[in-house]
């Protein structure tokens, strides 16, 4: 209903106080012309009528003036007098002119009520006020005529804004006629296409960037600037160890109470500068983490988002990689140093020394070897973290690898008084490389035999699994390991006892690759061991099926 429109009462309103103004207008300028008019109107009449008496009077003795004024003012119904003489005392609210009479020195003066100007007046005032309301009502008319139609497209182009991004909503906007309202259909109808493309793009480009935070290796934590989660990926989750479905702008503190990570967040959030930090979170077990965390712009307020790049295993290489370097250096500088001091010692006159010239020889073919052997297995083992693809793999007799690396140690041992005893073996075959399993086994031999104790015994014996694993299991009754040092013993250069090591010509690189030729057959290496009561590393392989004979 055009009632209804703020834009019908508006108009009215004003069209209302345009009337009213424009009558109080008319009407003060009405009443002044027609006041003015009537009076002169009266003047004038009053003038012809006082010049006619004037004459009349003349011609009447002045002792019968007061008579004939009486007279004259009846007749005329007007009042008359004559000098001080009058028919009646004159008012405000009339209008009096003065005419001189001939031959004697005295005016005839006359004066009517005004009455008649005002009933002039009141009759145009009357004219003006119908000729207003007829406006009035004819405005009504002309404005709620014109302002219906403009009500409807108004609504219409409302409920259309109201649902921009409905395609059925572009439906209800008005007929683009050639006017204002026509230019903001077309606006609307432009901008509505706009407005669906952008969104579709928008919502395209949002899906993409949470399918790629929430697949994303690294943690990735926001927050707003009341510290309430807005996004938390299944990694944050898995790293801190709470639920993956996290509840809708649930507070940080409920999900998150490591103080380092808390402290970061709200240093970003206050300050507004990205952070870069390494913690340790303590709900993740421990691990390292580098956090990057940077202000988050909002309509609201600046938030936080974090990245959490876990770099415990990172850290752990760095620190065997630092240790590598570390162990090398000090593991080629004995030797090294050995082999330079004596060939110092022969050069400045041992040669001549016939007593010793020969030991002197003999320990720098000593640490030649060592040298060798070091650099041979640092070979061996960059071959095996290379991950260079060998020859194909082929099937190999478990007994026969172990006869062979048996064949290999059994002069050490029997130099080192130690009893090599042989259980049962199983005929089963893995699928793997012969030359390194049978080296893996003798190194795990050859630590057996040389930390062992006079009068030791090896035992090695092997049997197939019901899993389909082939278990082989190499145990002693030597000096054992330290438990604190069991974690580390497939380390590259780690030795249990350094001073031992380097006495039997350990290279510290054995069990390390060990553990690369397990790994690369698809196997598993474990350890127990009581330090001074002996040592089991037990092995696991998948077994090859018999082949099928035709």
């Not at 009517?112 to 009502?137: G, K, N």
Request: include cysteine; aromatic fraction near 4%; charge should be neutral.
């Amino acid at each position: 209903m055009p009632f209804q429109s703020r834009i019908f009462r508006k108009l009215l309103w004003r069209a209302c106080v345009v009337l009213l103004l424009t009558f109080l207008a008319v009407e003060y300028y009405a009443r002044d012309y027609t006041q003015q008019r009537e009076t002169e109107h009266l003047r004038e009449e009053l003038g012809k009528l006082g010049l006619a008496l004037s004459a009349e009077a003349a011609n009447i003795p002045e002792e019968q003036l007061p008579a004939w004024v009486n007279q004259t003012a009846e007749r005329c119904h007007i009042r008359v007098a004559v000098g001080a003489i009058a028919s009646a005392p004159l008012d405000s609210n009339s209008l009096a002119v003065a005419t001189p009479l001939p031959g004697i020195k005295r005016d005839l003066t006359i004066s009517e009520s005004l009455a008649s100007v005002d009933q002039a007046v009141s009759r145009v005032l009357w004219r003006i006020a119908v000729a207003s309301l007829i406006v009035a009502c004819v405005t009504l008319i002309v404005i709620y005529l014109f302002a219906r139609p403009i009500t409807v497209r108004i609504r219409q182009l409302q409920r259309a804004a109201e649902g921009l991004i409905d395609p059925r909503a572009l439906g209800e906007l008005p007929s683009e006629e050639p006017d204002e309202l026509g230019d903001v259909a077309r606006s609307l109808r432009r901008v509505s296409r706009q407005l669906r493309d952008l969104l579709e793009k928008l919502s395209l480009e949002s899906s993409q960037r949470q399918a790629i935070l929430s697949s994303m290796v690294e943690g990735v934590l926001a927050v707003d600037q009341d510290f309430h989660v807005v996004f938390c990926n299944e990694s944050f989750a898995a790293a801190i160890g709470i639920p993956v479905s996290v509840p809708e702008r649930v507070r940080l503190l409920e999900l998150v109470r490591d103080p380092g990570l808390l402290d970061l967040l709200t240093k970003v959030v206050r300050e507004g500068e990205t952070i870069k930090r390494r913690l340790p979170v303590n709900a993740a077990e421990g691990r390292l983490f580098e956090v990057q965390a940077a202000p988050l712009a909002s309509a609201s307020g600046r938030g936080a988002v974090a990245i959490l790049h876990d770099i415990t295993d990172l850290e752990r290489l760095e620190r065997v990689r630092k240790d590598f370097v570390a162990n090398v250096s000090h593991e080629l500088r004995t030797p090294l140093a050995a082999i330079r001091g004596y060939a110092e010692t022969l050069l400045d006159g041992g040669l001549e020394d016939q007593r010793n010239n020969r030991r002197f020889v003999e320990i720098i073919q000593a640490h030649g070897i060592r040298l060798n052997n070091i650099a041979s297995d640092l070979l061996v083992l960059s071959e095996l973290e290379s991950g260079r693809p060998e020859a194909p793999p082929t099937r190999v007799s478990i007994a026969g690898a172990i006869e062979a690396a048996l064949r290999t140690v059994e002069s050490e041992a029997r130099l080192r008084s130690i009893n090599l005893v042989v259980g049962h073996l199983d005929n089963s075959e893995v699928l793997g490389y012969k030359i390194r399993l049978e080296q893996a086994i003798v190194n795990l031999l050859d630590n057996a035999v040389k930390f062992n104790r006079p009068q030791g015994e090896v035992r090695i014996e092997t049997a197939l699994l019901t899993t389909g694993k082939v278990r082989l299991v190499i145990s002693d009754n030597g000096v054992g390991i330290p438990s604190e040092d069991l974690p580390r013993i497939f380390e590259r250069f780690y030795r249990v006892d350094k001073a031992r090591s380097r006495e039997v010509g350990g290279t510290g690189l054995g069990l390390s690759i060990v553990r690369h030729v397990l790994e690369r057959m698809g196997g598993s290496i474990q350890v127990e061991s009581q330090f001074g009561k002996g040592t089991k590393f037990t092995i696991l392989l998948p077994a090859e099926p018999a082949p099928v004979s035709n």
